[in-house]
């Protein structure tokens, strides 16, 4: 870990927004000309802060005549992510089509085997109850593990702890939703010898918050380098709506409402900018548990959730490996 030359304070994340925008459209225009050899980006967008600052950035980088963005709903999906992403398009001035997936994801079993997986858990549910996957345990020091919150039509919640094959298996269907964007995405690329724009904040890219050959698949991940508190500002700077700038990130992934903490991290987002940036820079949890008022020993949690997910999720950034190398190849 690096020695940490800089206490913590409220204004380490901030950087200078003009000079940040100018760097990665140019980065942005460099790599198609002289990498990836295409004509334009091609975005999905979900109506969250990282696609919608992805393609603002995208429209920096090229005008609005060679971005095309596309809304991928399907039947989970919050109508609220669609509007916004309509609405971010119409402000940026760029083509954009909806395409609902819905019917593909039915086909392929997505909808069936997460039903099969949540029945185990609950025989009793049924058309109409909705769900969603809960983390806990690694904020107290314990090992993480997951529960599975229902909601029947009248309202009641109910919460069991989640057997690890249903929780594999209910992550796996839900994953195809990811998938198949994905595929729907390179298909308009394909057409138009255009570029996939991948979204990920700095969080998100560190700790394997994708899915592999889902939205961790793009050609150029404009803001992987940059924090989600940092990625908030830009959007902000770029003028985008307020409604866009005011998102609270979820996952928009399963029919209850659900926040990226409750699924994954240990803090909110805000929380765990620090807390990586802090861990980044080799701050002691002793000085990150008072700035945060969340104690030395949470604190030092965190460090090691952190870790664990970095240790876990190298898979996630893993490129397919060879018996032997293909040495003629650049």
Avoid at 193 to 200: D, K
Avoid at 277 to 304: C, F, M, P, T
């Amino acid at each position: 870990m690096p020695s940490s030359k800089t206490k913590l304070s409220d204004d380490v994340l901030s950087f200078d927004m003009d000079r940040e925008v100018d760097k990665i459209a140019e980065a942005m225009r460099e790599i198609l000309r002289s990498k990836l050899h295409r004509r334009g980006l091609v975005i999905a967008m979900s109506g969250g802060i990282d696609s919608s600052v992805s393609a603002a950035l995208s429209v920096k980088a090229l005008g609005p005549g060679k971005v095309f963005g596309l809304l991928l709903p399907e039947q989970d999906s919050s109508s609220s992510s669609s509007d916004r992403g309509k609405q971010l398009a119409e402000h940026l001035g760029i083509e954009y089509i909806t395409h609902n997936i819905a019917k593909t994801l039915e086909a392929i079993g997505c909808y069936e085997w997460r039903d099969k997986a949540i029945k185990e858990t609950f025989p009793e549910y049924t058309d109409g109850w909705k769900n969603k996957i809960v983390i806990t345990g690694g904020i107290e020091g314990q090992f993480n593990h997951f529960k599975l919150v229902v909601q029947t039509p009248q309202g009641d919640i109910k919460e069991k702890k989640l057997g690890l094959k249903q929780y594999l298996q209910i992550v796996a269907a839900t994953n195809y939703k990811q998938r198949i964007r994905k595929t729907v995405e390179y298909f308009h690329a394909d057409r138009l010898n255009y570029a996939v724009v991948g979204t990920p904040n700095r969080l998100e890219y560190d700790q394997g918050f994708f899915v592999k050959n889902g939205d961790g698949s793009a050609d150029v991940k404009p803001i992987a380098h940059l924090y989600k508190t940092q990625v908030y500002a830009l959007a902000k700077h770029l003028g985008l709506p307020d409604e866009i700038c005011s998102a609270v990130p979820t996952t928009d992934t399963y029919s209850l409402s659900q926040g990226q903490d409750e699924f994954y991290f240990a803090l909110p987002y805000q929380q765990m900018d620090i807390a990586l940036w802090a861990l980044n820079h080799g701050v002691s949890a002793k000085e990150l548990g008072e700035y945060l008022g969340i104690g030395e020993d949470r604190a030092a949690y965190v460090y090691q959730d952190i870790q664990n997910k970095r240790h876990t999720t190298k898979y996630m950034h893993d490129k397919a490996y060879l018996v032997e190398p293909v040495t003629e190849l650049p």
